[in-house]
């Protein structure tokens, strides 16, 4: 990048659009597991969108973690200390984790107790793992807690996105906005026109 | 930037406090989902603890069904289905199954009784994968419509420890509140013991969907009826063999295979599909699917049948679910108890390796 352009605010589009699509199917997917193990009446329910939409989660990190090796990020906005750009970084590959981990997991848990794994129709998942009843619980408590963990994860880092836009006002969440952003949104030094 | 503009210290704590508010509504949003708001809802996990105050705690046992023994052979469809289920199982030809029979109730040690209701469970292992799992029991009717009047008719009919039987006031009060239950218990009393697990018709009980190539659904309910002549149960059962009824099915099974005819019995609209305590008309069509023979009987101490959990909504493609509130409240619940004994200890089994003769 030359010196004379503006210095790249937001996220890559296709990252802009991961980021969205992503957001709105792991919150969904978080509520409807919570939802799933309360309820007799709607677990059936419940499960058979758990499952294709846990599958469709896997296969759209994996575009997500390589479309994020293949882009630039935008820098972190001066409001960010050192240590907060840390947690903000750490938290980013806990997520990356969870991501993989937690339908991975899922995936092997009902492969290890030999439970068909139905996605829709005649369409099913064949098992990863050999069949292991021990191997399953193990499994089974791991996605609970990682599911947990997930949700406290995406819960402080939505919280902490919006105390920056409306506590701190430094525009973070511009950064990431399906649209583009305001020519006002550029930082410092006057904004330049790119068109 | 506005960044650089310091806003007014009340303003700022407005926009803490909204920052607060909008977390603090997805949290609420999330308890609610996950129940912790509505402890008094039932939930599988409150359904299973029901079970383990009602039947104590057996570590390692199927939590309802938890006395039973493992068995194998293969199922025979003539075709007949074909045309109003696309499921492979209904083509014709033959495929593996795993089963399992077990009397009722969480005592994995309870003594074998005529009256025990009985069950046999059926796993048809179909091409690719696919799999097919049906839990049937010897009532023509369930006892309960909801999951909610099944704990209520658990806790209602639990033994008394002083007594040795339940307590009739709760009994009674029970069947008040659900005059559906009477009803039903009305039909089940009219239907005839018999003798033994081989004698008995099994009854899924609950609706479920055929759905054909094209796309339409029918609904179905289905039973295993034995080509064993029915003998009827002994007024006086010969007395001191817990395992009577359970040596006696090892007996046949070593003497030669045991079948039953899959029946099909078809709905009419206006049929309830989500109310297992009525039953359907006498004249609806009934179909003969095929030939289930069970050939080889193992204890559930050395079989993998122990861990197959007989979700009734692991179902092939061909049947889907009805609107009976109970199957997604079983499968549900079958889940939990699975989750809870393979993570426990095994104990042995009260029909031991030994019992079976080589």
Not at chain 2, 188 to 216: C, P, R, W
Not at chain 2, 246 to 272: H, K, N, Y
Not at chain 2, 277 to 294: S, V
Not at chain 2, 306 to 313: A, Q, S, Y
């Amino acid at each position: 990048m030359s010196q004379t352009t503006p210095s790249i605010r937001q996220f890559a589009w296709s990252s802009r659009i991961l980021h969205w699509l992503m957001a709105v199917m792991v919150l969904a997917m978080l509520f409807i597991g919570a939802a799933m193990v309360a309820s007799l009446a709607d677990y059936h329910l419940l499960l058979s969108i758990h499952r294709p939409l846990g599958i469709t989660i896997l296969g759209l990190v994996v575009v997500r973690f390589v479309n994020r090796q293949l882009t630039t990020l935008p820098p972190f906005p001066p409001t960010m200390s050192s240590s907060e750009r840390r947690v903000a970084e750490w938290s980013e590959r806990l997520m990356y984790g969870l991501m993989f981990s937690v339908p991975l997991i899922g995936w092997a848990m009902l492969s290890a107790a030999r439970f068909p794994i139905v996605l829709y129709g005649p369409i099913r998942l064949p098992p990863i793992l050999p069949v292991n009843a021990a191997l399953y619980t193990v499994l089974r408590g791991a996605h609970t807690v990682l599911a947990y963990l997930f949700f406290v994860t995406v819960i402080a880092h939505f919280t902490a996105v919006l105390f920056h836009t409306l506590v701190i006002r430094d525009r973070l969440l511009e950064r990431m906005v399906p649209w583009r952003a305001g020519p006002t949104a550029q930082p410092a030094p006057a904004p330049r026109d790119p068109a | 930037m506005d960044v650089t503009d310091d806003p007014p210290p009340a303003s700022r704590v407005v926009r803490l406090a909204l920052v607060g508010a909008i977390v603090g509504a997805v949290l609420v949003a999330f308890a609610y989902a996950a129940g912790w708001l509505t402890p008094g809802r039932l939930t599988p996990e409150g359904l299973v603890d029901t079970f383990e105050q009602v039947n104590g705690q057996h570590p390692g046992f199927r939590r309802n069904h938890a006395k039973g023994v493992s068995v194998s052979g293969t199922f025979e469809s003539t075709g007949r289905a074909a045309t109003l289920s696309r499921a492979v199982v209904f083509r014709p030809g033959r495929v593996p199954v795993v089963g399992r029979f077990s009397l009722a109730g969480g005592n994995p040690n309870a003594a074998d009784s005529p009256e025990t209701v009985r069950a046999l469970a059926i796993r048809f292992s179909l091409p690719d994968g696919e799999e097919w799992r049906t839990a049937m029991i010897s009532l023509p009717v369930f006892p309960v419509r909801t999951p909610e009047a099944f704990r209520d008719q658990l806790v209602a009919m639990s033994v008394d420890p002083r007594t040795g039987k339940p307590d009739a006031a709760k009994v009674q009060a029970f069947l008040a509140a659900h005059p559906e239950s009477a009803r039903a218990l009305t039909v089940i009393k009219a239907e005839k013991l018999s003798s033994g697990y081989e004698n008995t018709t099994y009854y899924g009980l609950n609706a479920f969907e055929l759905v054909s190539s094209s796309g339409k659904s029918t609904p179905v309910r289905w039973s295993m009826v034995p080509l064993q002549p029915f003998v009827p149960a002994a007024a006086q059962p010969a007395a001191g063999d817990p395992n009577f009824l359970f040596d006696a099915l090892i007996a046949q099974v070593e003497r030669g295979p045991l079948r039953w005819r899959l029946v099909l019995t078809i709905g009419q609209p206006g049929d309830p599909t989500n109310d297992a305590t009525i039953a359907w008309p006498a004249d609806r069509e009934q179909i003969d699917a095929g030939t289930l023979t069970i050939d080889r009987i193992e204890s559930d101490d050395s079989s993998p049948v122990r861990n197959i959990t007989f979700d009734p909504l692991v179902l092939p493609n061909g049947i889907t679910t009805s609107d009976d509130p109970l199957l997604s409240a079983r499968s549900a619940t079958y889940s939990v108890s699975f989750t809870r004994r393979v993570g426990e200890p095994a104990s042995p089994s009260a029909v031991p390796p030994s019992a079976i003769h080589p």
